[in-house]
């Protein structure tokens, strides 16, 4: 896997003496912060000067009492509401007048995001439909120091700044395991490098069902009439009105969240729909002005599905096959209290095998090893217990000792799975267009997709959730602008506008990430040596780029594209330039053997 190393000290681990066979008695609560031979380091005295928005959180301890994990398999109802304060400060901020309802498909961190943002508009009648349960309470430590639960993503500074302008950042970082660097092993550095960040935000690590408990939380705290949340419910079908808005017809799944799928794969064997009764009222079909597609870029996704099938629509899904495919598999690693629990622990091997790994507020590692899945012998190691022991102590010896036998035997048993293949909404629109001649009896409508449903990537720099996030406010910027018109359909080919063009660039990026030496290391070796020689001339790398916040991706690529050309430029004048002195070197020795030889068989 890809990793961007910025200043390093080498490290060397001392062995440290653990029980492979029994989990640590502490596993489901925070490890305390005992005495270490590796102090975390205080980056606060990088920038400190750093408003709010720029700290390093200090994350306070979970709420005491957690609520028990929901058992049942039917859909349920969470209520969420009332704007306690405006999206750009207090009050409402500008906006149009309402639809009168407004549905998203999709409860996942944009589509809660989104129903949040809303509400704090003063929009009411909000729906989001989710087809999984309901996730546990985000308190619930005995449930989220399991590791088994769900994989872990990283809240970026693009993530911190959108949750602190709907006022969620508290609540959510509060659930979180700040990230202040890296320690790294390879086949090169064998011994390990640690790596430190010198970044305005920390990265927050939070699983990622976690995270949506917290925006459930935050909605039913803050929001108590304007937006229902209706968990186990899938939109079964979309059919547009003449007005722009649509029918949606929903139905019960039998769904589960599965902590071993990640961002937009195709998972339908895992979701089944019960007979369904219309006459009982079990399917609902319902007319809604505004629709807001937030479930992923999967034929799944109802909304996509019929903006992709509807001819009269510009938004289109490009996907893309995956040229460098891996599976995985989690593990949990209990780390000795005198490692340090704030880095982003990775190792790879000479096969190409990764073992990435990030911390949980509960204290522990979760870990994803990564394989590509024609590495057949890598996988048949995985498919016991003692061949998985034998390969972490012959490949993963750094980490052998901190995983217990309990926990490869629960490996072992666990299906390989899959990342996302990549994906955006193409045709420059991220909006159903409203036609101008529509059914003017029928209420004016629209709609729009966020999230993974206009840009899927693979989770490896933690550009996915903190891009929706993104989207929303970008949304709510368009909302604010469609005031004046007192039309809110016209925000919907404003957002287009805006967002559409870096939704591609941020797939396009992301896909050169995933690449091989040619796309990905490369780039990266030659923007490191043309940014020192001339930084007023280069930018610093793409991944460091995608970290300046104030920059848009579609701005990151069109850079990048214009410092890989004068790049190309500079070493062809130099190649150009070397090979005309060689041939000129050449030229007078040739010369000077010829005048040799002239000279001897005159003499």
Not at 420 to 428: I, R
Request: with cysteine.
């Amino acid at each position: 896997m890809p990793s961007l190393t910025m200043s390093s000290t080498l490290v060397v681990r001392p062995p440290v003496a653990v029980s492979r066979t029994k989990r640590p008695s502490s596993r489901a609560t925070a490890r305390p912060h005992g005495p270490s031979p590796i102090r975390p380091v205080d980056v606060s005295r990088w920038s400190p000067g750093l408003s709010r928005r720029g700290r390093l959180v200090s994350t306070p301890g979970a709420i005491a009492d957690p609520e028990p994990p929901s058992s049942s398999n039917s859909a349920s109802t969470v209520i969420v509401d009332a704007p306690d304060v405006g999206a750009h400060g207090s009050g409402i901020a500008p906006s149009p007048p309402q639809p009168s309802k407004t549905v998203i498909v999709g409860g996942g961190p944009s589509g809660l995001f989104a129903a949040i943002m809303l509400a704090r508009r003063g929009w009411r009648n909000i729906e989001v439909w989710e087809r999984l349960q309901r996730p546990p309470s985000p308190d619930a430590n005995e449930i989220w120091g399991d590791p088994n639960r769900s994989y872990c993503i990283g809240v970026s500074g693009r993530g911190q700044i959108a949750l602190e302008r709907m006022g969620c950042v508290d609540r959510v970082l509060s659930y979180c395991k700040t990230v202040n660097g890296r320690m790294d092993w390879s086949p090169q550095n064998p011994e390990g490098k640690e790596t430190i960040s010198n970044k305005q935000y920390a990265t927050q690590v939070i699983q990622r069902d976690r995270l949506v408990a917290a925006l459930l939380k935050e909605g039913e705290e803050k929001y108590a009439a304007a937006v229902t949340v209706t968990h186990g419910v899938q939109c079964v079908s979309c059919e547009w009105t003449g007005a722009g808005g649509a029918i949606l017809t929903r139905q019960p799944t039998e769904c589960r969240s599965d902590e071993h799928k990640s961002g937009d794969e195709d998972d339908d064997e895992t979701c089944e729909a019960p007979p369904v009764d219309d006459e009982a009222g079990v399917r609902v079909t319902v007319p809604v002005p505004f629709v807001v597609g937030a479930e992923g870029a999967s034929r799944r996704n109802a909304v996509a599905r019929a903006m992709d099938d509807d001819d009269a629509c510009d938004a289109k899904m490009v996907r893309f096959e995956d040229t460098n495919p891996r599976v995985y598999k989690t593990i949990p690693i209990n780390l000795p209290e005198s490692y340090r629990d704030d880095l982003n622990y990775s190792a790879r091997t000479k096969g190409g095998v990764a073992l990435e790994a990030l911390p949980t507020k509960e204290g522990l590692l979760v870990g994803i090893l990564l394989v590509k899945p024609g590495d057949k012998e890598t996988c048949a190691k995985l498919e016991s217990r003692e061949s998985l022991r034998k390969y972490f102590d012959e490949d993963f010896p750094m980490f052998t000792d901190f995983i217990t036998d309990e926990d490869l035997e629960l490996m072992a048993k666990r299906p390989l799975s899959t990342l996302p293949t990549f994906a955006y909404c193409g045709g420059d629109s991220l909006h159903r267009r409203v036609a101008e001649d529509g059914d003017s009896s029928q209420e004016a409508g629209g709609a729009c997709l966020l999230g993974d449903s206009i840009h899927t990537v693979k989770p490896y720099f933690g550009l996915g959730v903190n891009s929706a996030f993104e989207d929303v406010t970008i949304l709510d910027d368009c909302l604010t602008s469609a005031a004046g018109s007192g039309k809110w359909t016209e925000a919907l080919a404003d957002y287009s506008k805006r967002r559409a063009e870096d939704a591609k660039a941020l797939v396009d990026i992301s896909r050169s990430f995933d690449g091989g030496f040619l796309t990905f290391v490369l780039p990266l070796i030659l923007d490191g040596i043309f940014s020192k020689l001339l930084p007023n001339v280069f930018m610093p790398n793409t991944i460091q780029m995608t970290q300046k916040y104030d920059w848009r991706f579609s701005q990151v690529a069109k850079r990048k594209r214009r410092d890989r050309a004068l790049q190309v430029a500079i070493l062809a004048s130099a190649l150009g330039a070397m090979g005309t002195v060689a041939f000129m070197v050449v030229r007078t020795l040739v010369g000077l053997m010829i005048g040799a030889m002239t000279g001897g068989l005159a003499a």
